[in-house]
């Protein structure tokens, strides 16, 4: 007879820095309480202090330590997480106070990665970025880490003995790097070719549940995974788009990104992000139904600056347009700096952004008649790349040779021109 695991029941515990910041951490904890359901916990009580910063010993006051162990003790609370990253001093104290697992918000995140991790490029991140975290949390932490568990916390690296051992565990981490590096560089060569073949790229970016792989199969229609869950891609997507002008691009969907995401993710994830640094145009999705939209667009611009994106052009897409009123679009409208209304469940505003697409990738274009012999072969190759990657607004064809008129981007004019 099968039985379902019971859900963990999960406490969640947060600081409110001052009564004018309450509804910040209000909006905080909702998000926590998102995070841990996607972890598979089941939230039966929250619990906050106003204080103006952590407790250094036990990150609450002793009293509300006390006070959150009768509570514990009396709801059968599996698990208390922290809406915070705790130091290694912390995190002791109040597993030792409130006798069960205590968690922050890192690992919370880290362990949805694992659960979310498919291919073995994504596995490799999310192990070495847990692996990153626990290092400096080896001594004195928890007995759970010294032997095989289960629940949330635990899963990926946190079911093996490496913990036990602080060298052992540096060997692992100097594997996982390597082979990410490996990635790294195949990935370096892939985008080498793409270049070589002048064909721009595109990456959709945006906080975790905004929309992106919605937009990406609206684009691409490539039935890509996508769900209101949180973090469901975690390994990019690339896939051939065809604009208006019929000029192609390869656009690529991308991890979603959260306020505080841990650095340890960021810095394991490098590899998949330099496909955003490599690009040539960057789709900021913004979920415009979030009341709290402009606090997640300042927390995704963050990211890429820490990647080294911030040099990267950029569109504000705003997505779920068909949830907002008129009077919020209007508003979304007048703001300063490039964006576009859309609705990638619908379909509304897509034509647009396609638009807008194709006129930033075409800004830096000069226009140029190229005559080439139809009878070369090289020739022949050259005719279909411009019409690839450059707008051709006309062909004539006397006596086996084509002169063809187009607006082609400046950086690829010496290229196409090379034998003209």
Same mark, same amino acid.
């Given at each position: ?35 841990a359901? $996607? ?5 039966? /009580?929250? %619990? ?8 250094? $010993?036990?990150?609450?006051?002793? =009293? +509300? ?12 609370? &599996?698990?208390?997480?922290?809406d915070?990253?705790?130091?290694? =001093? ?9 006798s069960? #697992? ?9 362990d ?16 070495? $970025? ?19 568990g289960g ?6 690296? =946190?079911?093996? #003995?490496?913990?036990? &051992?602080?060298?052992? @565990? ?25 270049? +070589? ?12 549940? $905004? =929309? ?37 691009? @390869? ?6 990104? !959260?306020d ?20 040539? @145009?960057?789709?900021?999705?913004? &979920? ?5 939209? &402009? ?44 964006? %576009? ?34 009878g ?6 050259? !005719?279909?790349?411009?019409y690839?990657?450059?707008? %051709? /607004? ?9 002169? !063809? ?10 290229? /196409?021109?090379?034998?003209?």
């Amino acid at each position: 007879m099968r039985t379902t695991p019971r859900s963990e029941r999960a406490a969640l515990v947060g600081l409110v820095p001052s009564a004018s910041r309450r509804h910040d951490a209000e909006r905080s904890l909702d998000e926590l309480d998102g995070l841990a359901g $996607a972890a598979g916990a089941e939230v039966v /009580l929250r %619990v906050q202090q106003e204080r103006r910063a952590p407790d250094p $010993a036990g990150y609450l006051g002793r =009293g +509300k330590v006390a006070q959150l162990a009768a509570l514990v003790a009396e709801m059968g609370i &599996d698990l208390v997480v922290v809406d915070d990253e705790l130091a290694p =001093g912390q995190l002791r104290t109040l597993e030792q106070a409130l006798s069960c #697992k205590v968690l922050d918000r890192t690992q919370v995140i880290l362990d949805i990665f694992a659960r979310r991790a498919r291919t073995r490029e994504g596995r490799l991140q999310v192990e070495l $970025a847990q692996l990153r975290y626990l290092l400096p949390r080896l001594v004195g932490a928890s007995a759970a880490l010294s032997r095989l568990g289960g629940g949330i916390g635990t899963r990926g690296p =946190g079911e093996t #003995k490496l913990e036990t &051992d602080r060298r052992r @565990l540096r060997t692992r981490i100097q594997t996982l790097q390597r082979d990410i590096d490996q990635v790294r560089e195949r990935r370096a060569r892939l985008r080498e070719r793409r270049h +070589k073949r002048s064909v721009p790229t595109v990456a959709l970016v945006g906080y975790t549940n $905004a =929309g992106k792989t919605t937009l990406f199969n609206r684009l691409t229609s490539a039935g890509a995974t996508a769900s209101d869950a949180l973090f469901v891609t975690l390994d990019p997507l690339l896939r051939r788009v065809r604009l208006p002008d019929r000029r192609e691009l @390869l656009l690529t969907d991308t991890v979603g990104f !959260i306020d505080r995401l841990p650095h340890t993710l960021v810095a394991a994830f490098r590899a998949t992000l330099e496909e955003v640094v490599e690009a040539d @145009l960057v789709l900021h999705v913004i &979920d415009a139904s979030a009341e709290d939209h &402009d606090r997640r667009r300042a927390a995704v611009t963050r990211v890429l600056e820490e990647v080294g994106a911030g040099g990267v052009p950029v569109v504000d897409v705003y997505n779920k347009v068909d949830r907002v009123s008129a009077d919020e679009r209007q508003r979304l409208r007048l703001r300063s700096g490039p964006a %576009v209304l859309l609705s990638a469940a619908t379909g509304e505003g897509v034509d647009d952004l396609m638009d807008v697409v194709a006129a930033r990738l075409a800004l830096d274009t000069r226009r140029v008649i190229i005559d080439l012999d139809a009878g070369d072969e090289d020739d022949r190759r050259r !005719i279909a790349q411009l019409y690839r990657v450059a707008r %051709v /607004l006309s062909q004539e064809t006397v006596d086996g040779r084509v002169r !063809i008129e187009a607006e082609v981007p400046r950086g690829l004019l010496d290229r /196409l021109t090379a034998q003209e």
